[in-house]
Structures are given as structure tokens and as C-alpha cells.
């Protein structure tokens, strides 16, 4: 049972490889549509890709997305023929239609219903486009176009059967002998199919007698490898009706040819009559026959008449790639990590030794650390994925949102090749919604009022990627209106988020969108305004060690970028002592360093105590008494304040004994063997082999605001 | 000493590995016991329960350290270098116990193992699985899964 999940697995990994290729297909169409000739390869790309979800959708029995992915196929069916012309209101239906299937295969993947209603309207829109002598042919389960019957003689003049049979069935009923010329393409190699387990499908349905003909197959010097030179005659006795044949042969459709006639069983024993024929031809093969290939579709028969072509435009689609189990990975990447940690052992050892750098063992170390360090990022780069399906998926929200709020969007994408961690992307998926869906609501005006301010009617929202200094930058710009800045200063004066007073900046205007509880949506929409807020996309972001910015020019637009880190398996952290423990502080927390004067430092009531910078006043948090490790101390002018900034836009003064160093930290759980451990996010190994805490500014901080037992208005302390 | 010699070990036996801690035997389950090693210094938690020494590195996984005497009640070792830190996977989870020393391995026959007393404490009688009595001793058989300490999750903050 194991091994059809195990399937069914690779079902579903299979399904959004292919709805990925389906997506780039539908949106080269797209882009394409206003040419007037329409690229061959890319309809027969987007087709294939959909027939091929039916058809693996179809070994597995989910019926739903069977029956839609049928609906599709047909209307994609009649623009591969030539009989639909791809308009852009009809590209615009597949492209929602490629949505609908992938929602279908993640219900069905889930095993959960879809929630998607668009279904029923979506095949009656798909069925409609279709010309009109096609609609009544829509339901049948197999393509009824194939010739049954060819002339016999000729047919039987071919026929060759002999000798291997897969199963014998003793008790022989009557049945039907079916003949069946079978020839394959290297894509049917390429793809990873192999003629034996159709052979063995076929014999699933009776008896089966196969011979090879092998009259195409050139001299060894001229033979090319990946062709495919094999061509057989098959002889199937079969109660089945010839539709069960023409089943076993569906998924191969355009990367076979078939033909199959009927011999009537009282002429079965002709056929026998020509094993003997069959074994002279053997004996004494005619090269220079060339068998008759009689394609099963016109169009799929040009699509491999070019072979080059078809193998260009298809390359891309194909990366070479394994299927890894994500935790082999990371499993890697951990033991690569202790390589790492191991090599600064070594050197530290070779340190307290009092080994020179300067002999062999040192310059093998430095060549040790050097390998370390490449091989640590080349398995790191494993997790790494392009963020192409991320954007993808962005652009079917976009489609979603669009219909919903009736504006008209242009969605661009830059960037989809640059690479991020695996979790990353996942955890990235629902904040960038949020702020896309945000972008097509709040973001772009309606139509009347895009033109009356002289923009173009229709609406721009781009998503790019791109890396920045080790890190990889992630923006979402729409053309809008920009952020209605008095009004959302008087939503955030109403709800008591700011006091009415304040003297706000303009930035600090638009970082009030990212307060908790904030939605400046009039009226809740289908859209957003679900009481989550952009608070819950920044605090998503910082939990992958990311930071979120927001600007905005008033009737220009909007743009929101994250800045993330390349992997999550290592952090850029600052390593301290507090109270003689090292400790690592995340260098993304922190805003700066400062060392200060006793001027600056200030008591406040019972409450403790805070610093100035720069005219306002920051709380100070001791490290070394918040983690228990000595009471706070009366003077911190001996002490370093690292100045952070947490998720609620608050900034406290961490303050801690020392700084070390700055560098880059492994990053090894403590929750699977330990726990949590309150203010410490994780933990990581040291040169010296001892373990240091990795601190959660955040929790640490809030920590200390349930200590105080006030909530601390961010805004008014900065003000 | 054992009752039965580790080599003569049967289907019914357990093996066991003995230590020391605060003057008194205890034993667990050898398939529990994954290694065992000198003391080295801790890392210390925050936050964390008496028992708890802190975390050290055993080859690039974070293993927290409890002092078994600590957790059950008796008066904390004070780790130096003759003491042991016994290594054990339970439910995947890797937990090192410093004891004071490790005695012996032995195979124990199954139905030696005697209930626990009744002694005073109910928790303390649950960290045991029974007792076993050697020459005049008791092994006192630790529940290893009742010892490992609890694991905080993360307290979501409002």
C-alpha cells in the first residue's frame, strides 16, 4: 500500500511541475495573443501538460479533477486543431481554468473539497468556446477520430506476430484479435515511458502477442543513441471493445503511433499461418522498408515531424533534476554545518597549541576551511528554489482578487529565477497574498478614478525579486492611488493607536499600517480586512529573520519590500557576553551599537531605565538580569547598548557586558531535544565547540513589557 | 556480582546499565543509553528548572543536561571532571543525565524486577519502574521516559 502513496506522491509533485509548465505556457499565450499566428508547440506544451494531469488524475481516480481536466483538454484540443482561435477573453478563461485545476489537484492532494465555486461556470464558459460539432463529442471518454479498420490485406501483409506471450488464458472464450501497430518517438523515452508496461496493459485485457519490427533500425555507425528505431505489430486476443485499447494508448497520445485493426477470430488461424512468414522475415529483414506509420492526430504527427524543434522549445520546461526528501537535506546540511564547526575547533586547538599558521598543519587547515566553506554553501544551495512557482501562485491571486474587487490588473513579474530557501518560499506564501491582495484592493483605484487623475485604466501590480548584499530583496509595487496618509493617521488617532496630538513623519505615518489592528478598509471586503492585518505579514517576515518596509508616493503607488535572508539554516549575528555567558544577538534585530554616557542614561521611576538617543528614550533591557544570570545593574556606562527594533516597531536598548564579533552562526534547534527557552529563539555551536543561545529580541522584550504590565505605545516614545 | 553473566543473557533478561548517584544504585535500560561520557561544562538555560545544568554540544546536537540526583530531590551534584554524563534517546529526544559514576552492565532476569515501595512521594515513585535486589542492594530501575524533562513548548505572547 505503501508504494501507492508513494505514487500518488509523485502524482502530486508531477501535477505542479506540470500546472507550473501549463502556467508558462497560458502565459506565453497570453503575451502572444495579440500575434496573429498562434505558436504550434506552445498550444501542444499547454495541452499535453493538462492531458497529462487527467490522465496520472485518472490512474488515481479523482473523479473531480478527471471530469474538469476533461473539459479543458477539449477546448484546448479545438485551438491545438486549428478549430478555436485563442482570443484574449479565451486565453483569459484558460488561464482562470489553470487556476481551477490547481486548486482541484491541491483539494485533491489535501483530500479535502475544494472550496473554489468556480467549476460549473468555468466548463460552461470552456464548452461554449467550443465549435458547435464538438460539443456532443465532448463526454465521450476516448478519442473517436482513430480509424478501426484499414484495409486488411495490407495490414496483415505487415503483421508479423510471434512467440512472447505475457499471460496465457487457457480456457479461451471467444474474442476479438486485434492488431495493433505500435511505434514509438524518443519523447516517449524522454518522458520516461517504456513500451513493456504498455505491452503489459495490453495483456492485462487478454492475450497478447507482441513481435518487434526492427526494419528502421540503421547500421551501428549510424545509429543515434536516443532515437528511437523500434516500431511493433501486436496481436491481442481481447473480449475488451476497441476503446479499452485506445484507454492504454491515451497517455502516450502525441508521443506515439498507433493503428489498430479488427481480424475476425475465425481468421485466427491466418494469424498463426504467419508466425511462419513472420520467422523467414526475421531471418532475412528488409532494411529498406520503411513501415507505414499512420499518425493517430495530424497536428500531433507535425509536432514530431520537427523533432529539433520540439526539442528546443520543450528544453526549458525540462530541468535535469532529482527528487530529494527535503529531510536528507537537512540532514546534509547539519552535518556540513558540524564540518564547519569541527574546522574551528581544529584551529582554535591548533591555537592553544601554539602551532604556527605558518606550517604544513596550518596551510592544510586553511585549505580544510576553505573546502568547508564551499561545500557548505553548494549544499545550502540545495534548499535553494527559484521563486518562480511563488510568483506563479502571486499571479493566480492577482487574477482572484482582480475578479472579486472588478478592477482590471496587469500583473508583472521580474525576477522568478532568483533563488531562496525552500521554507522560505513556503512561509512567505501567505504574507505575500496579503499584501497582494491589499495591492488590488486597497492599493489601485477604480477605473472612473484612475481616469480622471490621467493614469492608464488599467492597473500595474509588480512583483520582483532580486538578491541585495547577501540577502534577496522582494518587492510588491502597485500604480495606485498611494497611502491616504490623514486618513490613516485619523483611523490610527480613533482607535487609540496614536494620541491625537502626535507629530507624525510621513514614513512613520505609513508604518502605522503595520500596528496590530490596524485595517484601514472602509468596509470589509471579500478581499482583505479579515482582522488580520499587515501586522501579521511583519511579524510573519521577522520570523524569518526578514524585515518589511513600506513607502508611498500620494497618487504615484505603493511599494512594500522585504528584505530576507538567503537561508534560514544561518544567521548573521553579533556575539556578546552577558554576565560571562556568550550570547548571539541576530544582526537584523539590531538598529545600532551604542556605548553610552552616563548623561544619557536615565532612571525612570521604580520602572528602570532608559537611554537617550538622539532626543528620544529608549527603555534599556539588562540581558544578564532578564536571563537570570545576575541582578540589573545601577550603571551601564561600562556597557554596550545594542539598540533593536521588534516586530510592534518598538525600540528597546539591549545591554550586554562586551562585544565580541561579528559573524556568521550556524543555527542548531533547541525545541527537539530541550524546549523553548523564553528570549532565546535557538541555539549554535561556537569555535570553540561550546554552545551559545542565539536571543529573540522580540520575545525578550515583550517579556519585559508583560514585566511592566503596561502596553508601551510605540509611537509616543519615539514622538 | 550479576545475577546472571552478561554472557548467558535469555529472551526474558534485561540488560541494564548501573550507576551511582548521591550514595545510591540506580539502573536504566540499556536500549535507552546511547553513549556515555566525562562531564564538560554546560551552557546555562535561562529560565530553566534546578535540575537542569544547561545544554552541551555532542557533536553538533544541543544536549540539554540534567542532574539526576537534582531531579530526584537529593542534594545537586556539583559537576567536576570524575562525573558522568550518561547519554540517552528517548522518543528522539537526547537527553545526557550526570551521574556521579557508572558501575556495571547487567542482564537482569525480568521477574526479578520488584514493584517500587510504597514511599512517600508519588512523583518520586513514579520516575521508577521497580527495584531490583543485588547482593544485598537495591537497584532502584529509573523510568527513563518519567525522568526526561518536560518539554516547554513555546508560549505564544499576545
Known amino acids: ?719 | 556480582m550479576a545475577v546472571t553473566s552478561f554472557e548467558r543473557s535469555k529472551a526474558d533478561d534485561r540488560e541494564l546499565v548501573s550507576f551511582r548517584v548521591g550514595g545510591q544504585d540506580f539502573c536504566v535500560d540499556i536500549m535507552s543509553v546511547r553513549e556515555i561520557r566525562g562531564w564538560t561544562p554546560a551552557t546555562v538555560l535561562p529560565h530553566s528548572p534546578p535540575f537542569i545544568l544547561g545544554v552541551i554540544n555532542l557533536r553538533g546536537a544541543v544536549v540539554p543536561i540534567v542532574d539526576l540526583a537534582a531531579r530526584m530531590g537529593l542534594e545537586p551534584i556539583k559537576p567536576h571532571a570524575r562525573h558522568v554524563i550518561v547519554i540517552c534517546i528517548v522518543f528522539q529526544q537526547t537527553v545526557g543525565f550526570l551521574v556521579d559514576a557508572v558501575s556495571d552492565i547487567l542482564s537482569i532476569d525480568r521477574s526479578l524486577i520488584q514493584p517500587t515501595p510504597t514511599i512517600s512521594s508519588e512523583i518520586t515513585r513514579a520516575f521508577f519502574e521497580g527495584v531490583i535486589a543485588i547482593d544485598q542492594r537495591m537497584l532502584r530501575l529509573i523510568d527513563i521516559k518519567a525522568v526526561l524533562p518536560p518539554i516547554t513548548p513555546r508560549q505564544e505572547l499576545s
Not at chain 1, 505475457?166 to 524522454?190: G, K, N, W
Not at chain 1, 475578479?403 to 522560505?424: M, N, P, R, S, Y
Not at chain 1, 525612570?604 to 531605565?609: I, N, Q, S
Request: contains cysteine; proline residues 5%.
Open chain 1, 1 to 719: 500500500m505503501t508504494s501507492s502513496i508513494d505514487l500518488r506522491q509523485t502524482l502530486f509533485q508531477e501535477c505542479e511541475e506540470l500546472l507550473e509548465a501549463l502556467d508558462d505556457g497560458l502565459t506565453l499565450l497570453w503575451n502572444g495573443s495579440d500575434a496573429d499566428d498562434v505558436d504550434q508547440e506552445t498550444v501542444n506544451a499547454v495541452f499535453r501538460a493538462v492531458h497529462s494531469i487527467k490522465g496520472g488524475a485518472a490512474a488515481f481516480g479523482l473523479e473531480a479533477l478527471v471530469r474538469f481536466a476533461h473539459h479543458f483538454e477539449n477546448a484546448l484540443d479545438a485551438v491545438r486543431s486549428g478549430r478555436l482561435i485563442p482570443t484574449p477573453d479565451i486565453i483569459g478563461v484558460f488561464l482562470r481554468s489553470a487556476d481551477y485545476l490547481a486548486d482541484l489537484v491541491a483539494s485533491a492532494r489535501n483530500d479535502a473539497p475544494s472550496h473554489s465555486t468556480h467549476g460549473p461556470d468555468l466548463v460552461t464558459r470552456l464548452n461554449e468556446m467550443l465549435p458547435s460539432s464538438q460539443a456532443d463529442l465532448t463526454l465521450k471518454p476516448a478519442p473517436a477520430t482513430l480509424p478501426n479498420t484499414v484495409d486488411e490485406s495490407a495490414e496483415i501483409a505487415r503483421f508479423q506476430p510471434i512467440a512472447f506471450s505475457f499471460e496465457f488464458d487457457t480456457t479461451p472464450e471467444p474474442e476479438t484479435v486485434f492488431q495493433i501497430h505500435f511505434a514509438c518517438t524518443r519523447r516517449l523515452y524522454a518522458v520516461g515511458h517504456d513500451p513493456v508496461h504498455i505491452f503489459r496493459s495490453l495483456a492485462d485485457l487478454g492475450t497478447l502477442q507482441t513481435q518487434v519490427d526492427s526494419s528502421s533500425l540503421p547500421t551501428f555507425a549510424e545509429m543515434d543513441w536516443s532515437e528511437a528505431y523500434f516500431a511493433w505489430n501486436l496481436a491481442l486476443y481481447t473480449k475488451e471493445s476497441v476503446a479499452a485499447i485506445h484507454t492504454v494508448f491515451e497517455f502516450l497520445e502525441g508521443i506515439c503511433t498507433y493503428e489498430i485493426s479488427v481480424l475476425p477470430s475465425d481468421q485466427k488461424s491466418e494469424v498463426d499461418v504467419l508466425e511462419a512468414q513472420a520467422a523467414r522475415a526475421l531471418s532475412a529483414p528488409e532494411p529498406d522498408v520503411v513501415p507505414v506509420v499512420v499518425p493517430n492526430d495530424l497536428k500531433a504527427a507535425q509536432g514530431y515531424s520537427k523533432p529539433e524543434k520540439s526539442a528546443s522549445s520543450s528544453a526549458p520546461s525540462q530541468r535535469g533534476s532529482v527528487r530529494v526528501d527535503l529531510e536528507l537535506v537537512d540532514r546534509l546540511i547539519n552535518i556540513v554545518g558540524e564540518l564547519v564547526i569541527n574546522q574551528s575547533v581544529l584551529a582554535q586547538c591548533m591555537q592553544d597549541s601554539g602551532i604556527s599558521g605558518q606550517s604544513d598543519v596550518g596551510t592544510s587547515l586553511d585549505e580544510f576551511r576553505s573546502l568547508a566553506r564551499e561545500l557548505q554553501e553548494n549544499v545550502m544551495a540545495i534548499r535553494a528554489q527559484p521563486v518562480k512557482p511563488l510568483f506563479q501562485r502571486m499571479a493566480r491571486i492577482i487574477r482572484e482578487a482582480s475578479d472579486i474587487a472588478g478592477k482590471t490588473v496587469d500583473f508583472e513579474a521580474e525576477g522568478e529565477a532568483v533563488e531562496v530557501d525552500k521554507t522560505v518560499i513556503e512561509q512567505l506564501v501567505d504574507p505575500l497574498t496579503h499584501i497582494i491582495r491589499n495591492a488590488v484592493d486597497h492599493g489601485l483605484e477604480q477605473r472612473s478614478a484612475r481616469l480622471a487623475a490621467g493614469k492608464p485604466e488599467i492597473g500595474v501590480v509588480r512583483l520582483s525579486a532580486a538578491h541585495r548584499s547577501g540577502r534577496v530583496l522582494i518587492e510588491v509595487s502597485d500604480d495606485g492611488a498611494g497611502i491616504n496618509r490623514p486618513k490613516v493617521r485619523q483611523i490610527a488617532i480613533d482607535k487609540g493607536l496614536v494620541p491625537a496630538d502626535a507629530v507624525l513623519e510621513d514614513s512613520e505615518i505609513d508604518k502605522l499600517l503595520f500596528l496590530p489592528g490596524f485595517s484601514t478598509a472602509a468596509k470589509v471586503t471579500d478581499l482583505s480586512g479579515r482582522g488580520v492585518g499587515m501586522d501579521v505579514v511583519r511579524s510573519a517576515i521577522q520570523s524569518l529573520g526578514g524585515r518589511v518596509n513600506i513607502t508611498s508616493t500620494p497618487g504615484k503607488g505603493t511599494t512594500i519590500s522585504i528584505s530576507l535572508p538567503l537561508t534560514l539554516a544561518v544567521l548573521d549575528g553579533m556575539v556578546v557576553d552577558v554576565a560571562g555567558q556568550t550570547m548571539v544577538v541576530p544582526i537584523t534585530a539590531i538598529v545600532e551599537t551604542l556605548r553610552p554616557s552616563a548623561a544619557d542614561l536615565h532612571h525612570f521611576a521604580a520602572a528602570g531605565k532608559v537611554v537617550a538617543v538622539r532626543e528620544t528614550f529608549v527603555p534599556i533591557i539588562d540581558l544578564a538580569e532578564a536571563f537570570g544570570h545576575r541582578a540589573a545593574m545601577e550603571d551601564y556606562s561600562n556597557m554596550v547598548l545594542l539598540l533593536v527594533e521588534t516586530g510592534q516597531n518598538e525600540r528597546w536598548a539591549l545591554a550586554v557586558d562586551k562585544i565580541y564579533d561579528q559573524r556568521q552562526v550556524v543555527i542548531k534547534g533547541l525545541e527537539s531535544n530541550y524546549g523553548h527557552v523564553p528570549g532565546v529563539a535557538a541555539a549554535t555551536i561556537l569555535g570553540d565547540g561550546k554552545i551559545a543561545l542565539i536571543i529573540d529580541p522580540d520575545e525578550t522584550a515583550q517579556r519585559k513589557r508583560r514585566a511592566f504590565g503596561v502596553v508601551t505605545n510605540p509611537i509616543s516614545e519615539e514622538a
